[in-house]
Structures are given as C-alpha cells and as structure tokens.
C-alpha cells in the first residue's frame, strides 16, 4: 500500500486565521479524499480530490472554507479558512488504491482557539 | 440513504478473550465493507475488507470477519484478544468503485488484564 504522510501532524492557532495541511503520496494515485473526524466522532467526508479537476464537495463543505488543490498526482492541500473552534477536529487524507481500497493518513490534530 | 451502525460504543475484554464487534450496513446491494483500526493518536489503518467471494475474510493482526447477506452485517472477530488490540474500530461501507467510504461512529475497545 501508499506510504501517505501529512503535514502539520498537529497545530494549534487562533480563531479567524487560516492553515493549510499538506498530504503526499509516495506513489501516482487518481483518486484522493479529505475526511474530517470531529472529537470523539466518526470520519465526515470533506471532498473528493482528482488530479486536473476541480474538488467534489460533500454536502455542508463549501470550497470558500476548505479550498483543495490538487497539482499532481502524488500531492493534494487542505486549507482550512477563517477558523473557529467548530473546526477543532482530525484531518485525514485518503487515497484509492488497488481493488478500490482506501488507505489513510496519519492525520493533522487541528485546535482552534 | 446508505448508512453504518456500530451498536457497541465501547466494550471492554479480558485479555485473551474472545472478541466480536458488530457492524451492520444499510445498502441495497452487496457494499464494499472495510474495518479499520485507529490507535490513539494515529491514523486509520486498514485491518480487512471484503468485496466478493468467500464471506469470511482474514485480515492482519489475527482478525477476521464475516459477511452476512442475510443480517446486513459485517461482523469483526479475533479469538484472543492481546493488550495493543485497545483502540477505536470503525467499520465502513463503500457503495460504488471509487467512491468514498461511510463509516460508522466507532467502537472503542479497552482490553483488561
């Protein structure tokens, strides 16, 4: 499977400021997801990410607050804009691999102040 | 609408018992079914998944889980449970090829010595 990394792991930062999380893939994929994992609940799909297009977002995630690039096919970013303490959650990036399986990242701890 | 349910929030298990967490889907046809293990403080790793075939499936770590087309369900077991098995396991439903995963809220498991 896709060794996936993300940066930051974690972070804290004040409410009204923005952070961009960064997710790379050690190898091509098409197809990559965002999910958000509020405190002590399950994952929420953010988006879907595809190389060249434009992000599919899931219903209750606008692209004005979580704008996603998606440059080629081994990185994708997150931004995650105007902050509030609501956005206190787990960012997991996610990407398809074979048989249609998905494999995670490690995650980014945001706290918002 | 697809869905996932986890009925136990958490369970706890003496070490070296037997362990079975449930997961039932809602979906009208056969789903892709994932269970997924998170560490604290780690991403989610991918335990086993079944798409078709045998409905008894072996995953790492010793787990294995079975297919009921009959229940909707997609139960997790492992036959003796060791202390680093304490975690969340999430159970997830894939609808289509390609598309992203509905997780269920998690079971939390501690286990006892």
Same mark, same amino acid.
């Given at each position: ?10 972070? %804290? ?32 799909? %953010? ?15 606008? %692209?004005?607050?979580?704008? %996603? ?45 | ?27 009208? !046809? ?69 598309? !992203? ?13």
């Amino acid at each position: 499977s896709a060794v996936i990394s993300q940066k930051p792991s974690r972070d %804290i930062c004040q409410r009204g400021t923005s952070l961009t999380i960064q997710c790379q893939v050690d190898s091509q994929v098409t197809m990559m997801f965002w999910y958000r994992q509020q405190p002590g609940q399950s994952l929420t799909l %953010i988006a879907t990410a595809n190389q060249g297009s434009e992000a599919t977002y899931e219903s209750g995630f606008v %692209i004005d607050k979580f704008p %996603i690039s998606r440059p080629n096919l081994t990185f994708s970013t997150l931004t995650v804009s105007n902050m509030s303490p609501e956005d206190s959650s787990i960012y997991l990036c996610s990407v398809l691999q074979e048989q249609e399986t998905q494999y995670f990242g490690p995650g980014t701890r945001l706290l918002v102040l | 609408a697809q869905s996932v349910t986890q009925p136990d929030i958490h369970i706890t298990v003496s070490e070296g018992a037997s362990l079975e967490l449930r997961c039932n889907y809602s979906y009208g !046809a056969t789903p892709y079914l994932f269970w997924y293990v998170q560490s604290p403080g780690q991403g989610l790793q991918l335990l086993l998944k079944y798409f078709s075939g045998d409905t008894l499936v072996q995953g790492i770590k010793g787990f294995e889980a079975e297919f009921k087309r009959s229940q909707s369900s997609f139960n997790l077991r492992k036959p003796s449970v060791h202390w680093s098995d304490a975690a969340e396991y999430f159970c997830a439903v894939g609808t289509q090829a390609g598309t !992203a995963l509905i997780f269920g809220k998690g079971t939390t498991l501690s286990v006892s010595s």
